[in-house]
């Protein structure tokens, strides 16, 4: 298994631009979602999906789109870049629900800069 | 919502000495602990978890223990080593959220 991938690793862009960061698990994980880590900030939730079809905000959502249409794939789309968005990108999956572990799994990051 | 508070945010020791990292969380129905380690350049990946209905877990050089009543949790590393120099998350989540809210990370420095 290779796991959680994320594409791609570095990324400059210029403000206003539109960009897909693209995550894919070939775990069969339900749960997937997107974390963005700054200095002193720890791990913060953008967006997450429960399962194909099912998405919902987490605590940073403006600014970022997703879609979840395959268990496999949970693409984070930016929709006008501003240099706020400067970051690292984060995609995790979990197997989901209890009684089975709900460890997340992470991939291994996408660092963007926006000018 | 959760809220996961963690301290310190620097922590250095000399190799061979133990480590104390801790955690408070907010809301009393989380009762699932993990905690991550992220080395330079990449993803966290879980090192150890605690449920709700554990007091006190271990592996090797590394232990979890969790106090409900008072809402706080904390990660013991013992005869530190170079090698576990990284940030360290804890998080917290709840049975009705399977999504964890993390703490800000502890950076580890152990010196040789």
């Known amino acids: 298994n290779a796991g959680v991938t994320q594409t791609p690793k570095f990324q400059v862009l210029k403000t206003g631009q539109s960009m897909t960061l693209q995550c894919a698990q070939d775990?069969?994980?339900?749960?997937m979602s997107w974390y963005r880590q700054d200095p002193g900030m720890g791990l913060r939730l953008i967006h997450y999906?429960?399962?194909?079809?099912?998405?919902d905000q987490g605590e940073v959502p403006n600014g970022y789109n997703v879609s979840r249409s395959t268990t496999e794939d949970f693409p984070l789309r930016l929709l006008s870049a501003a240099p706020s968005q400067t970051s690292v990108y984060f995609c995790?999956?979990?197997?989901?629900?209890?009684?089975?572990?709900?460890?997340?799994?992470f991939g291994p990051g996408t660092r963007l800069t926006v000018l | 919502g959760e809220n996961v508070e963690q301290h310190p945010s620097t922590l250095s020791v000399q190799e061979g000495d133990s480590a104390v990292i801790k955690c408070t969380y907010s809301?009393?129905?989380?009762?699932?602990f993990p905690w991550y380690k992220q080395e330079l350049g990449k993803g966290p990946q879980l090192i150890i978890d605690?449920?709700?209905?554990?007091g006190e877990k271990k592996d090797q050089r590394i232990a979890v223990t969790l106090n409900k009543t008072a809402k706080h949790f904390s990660l013991h590393i013992t005869e530190t080593q170079p090698e576990d120099s990284a940030v360290y998350f804890c998080?917290?989540?709840?049975?009705?959220?399977?999504?964890?809210?993390f703490g800000r990370g502890t950076s580890l420095i152990v010196h040789p």
């Open positions: 995790a999956s979990s197997v989901g629900r209890l009684p089975s572990t709900d460890t997340q799994y």
């Open positions: 775990m069969n994980h339900e749960y």
């Open positions: 999906s429960v399962g194909a079809g099912i998405t």
């Open positions: 809301d009393s129905a989380s009762n699932y």
């Open positions: 605690i449920r709700s209905n554990v």
């Open positions: 998080a917290a989540s709840s049975g009705g959220s399977y999504i964890p809210t």
